[in-house]
């Protein structure tokens, strides 16, 4: 059985723009990182940050609700890959923990909230 087409307007979904804060909040906090790490960990935590609004804006224009579950998989897959970036800085040395907490909690409940929004999707 085919999905309906749906139109979605990503600027009205919570989690995208949850997901903009997040990058304001990544970039902020990159800008702290060793020079060295410009083209290495910056640059790799900046784009996982910016991927998670892009892959639900990009999964709004969608026309079932499962391809649009793939592109929060996606956005999802990218917020624990940030997350795994940052705390990776931390093991470096390159962030204390006390930085680190509140943009680890920000980013762990946008996950369960695109977790949510994938279940209801699929359903």
Not at 102 to 116: E, F, G, N, V
Request: aromatic letters at 8%; proline letters at 3%; a neutral charge.
């Amino acid at each position: 059985m085919n999905d309906i087409i749906v139109m979605r307007n990503f600027r009205e979904l919570e989690v995208w723009k949850e997901g903009r804060i997040l990058v304001k909040k990544t970039y902020n906090l990159t800008k702290i990182l060793p020079e060295t790490e410009r083209y290495g960990l910056t640059s790799q935590i900046n784009r996982c940050a910016v991927s998670i609004p892009a892959n639900i804006a990009e999964g709004c224009g969608k026309d079932s609700n499962k391809d649009f579950a793939r592109f929060l998989q996606m956005s999802l897959g990218s917020s624990y890959e940030l997350e795994t970036h940052l705390i990776l800085c931390e093991d470096l040395r390159f962030i204390a923990p006390e930085e680190l907490e509140p943009i680890i909690d920000s980013i762990q409940l946008l996950q369960r909230r695109i977790a949510s929004l994938i279940k209801y999707n699929k359903s």
